[in-house]
């Protein structure tokens, strides 16, 4: 016959438990944020590439966007949703209103590439016209940047994560870890923190102002 638990021995098994799970619940969490992260990386560099196969496809140049309100690069989606092979590949997994606001996005894609270097050194970018035919070619201000402009590349950001997409408390011009992930022209992702960019035409740290705009560097290293 066997012996039930007393409940001195229940009350030990379930202590440990607690223990156990005070442990190894920041580990998992950790663990799921990592794994956040990653898909947010792996989504970057699918962007990247779908930029890539545009600029193929377009005698390699930039597509030019709809608005230009909020430096993000607005309605820049229906010319790359034919290299993209999945909606949630414009989202980071963490941004929960992401897809519900603006056009879907967690990323901004740079002005760099449809708008002038000379205007965005002088800090007077334009808006761009708002139609299909203005995506492919821009009119003549903006205008559409070519990949052979770029001078740069591997330190020349093409799309980064945009706070004002993310969910609070991250609207802020730069997240609460101080950084964001960014898409480079030569292909590679990488963690990008404020203190890298460097001083754009207004004098302040944002990668859509930088100097020299497609000619320029957005980060020293």
Known sequence: ?????????????IGIMLVLSAILFPVLMQARKAGVRATCINNLRQLNLAFMMYVNDYQEQFPCTG????????????VIDPYVQSRKTYWCPA????????????????QSFYQRP?????????MPTPTLQAYHTCGT?????????????????????????HDAP????????????????????ALVR??????????????????????GK???N
């Open 1 to 13: 016959m066997h012996r039930g638990f007393t409940l001195i021995e229940l009350l030990v098994v």
């Open 67 to 78: 608005d230009t309100m909020l430096w993000m690069g607005r309605s820049w989606r229906p």
């Open 95 to 110: 941004d929960g209103s992401a897809r519900v606001k603006y056009d879907s996005t967690s990323f901004a894609y740079l």
């Open 118 to 126: 000379e205007d965005i050194s002088a800090g007077a970018a334009s």
């Open 141 to 165: 201000t903006p205008k559409a940047q070519a990949l052979g402009d770029v001078t740069y590349p591997d330190k020349k950001i093409l799309l980064y994560e945009w706070t004002s997409n």
């Open 170 to 189: 991250a609207r802020t011009m730069w997240q609460p870890t101080g950084a964001h992930l960014a898409a480079f022209v030569d292909g590679h992702v």
């Open 194 to 215: 404020q203190e890298q960019l460097n001083l754009s035409a207004l004098g302040d740290k944002d990668p859509n102002w930088t100097v020299g705009g497609i000619t």
């Open 218 to 220: 957005d980060v020293e």
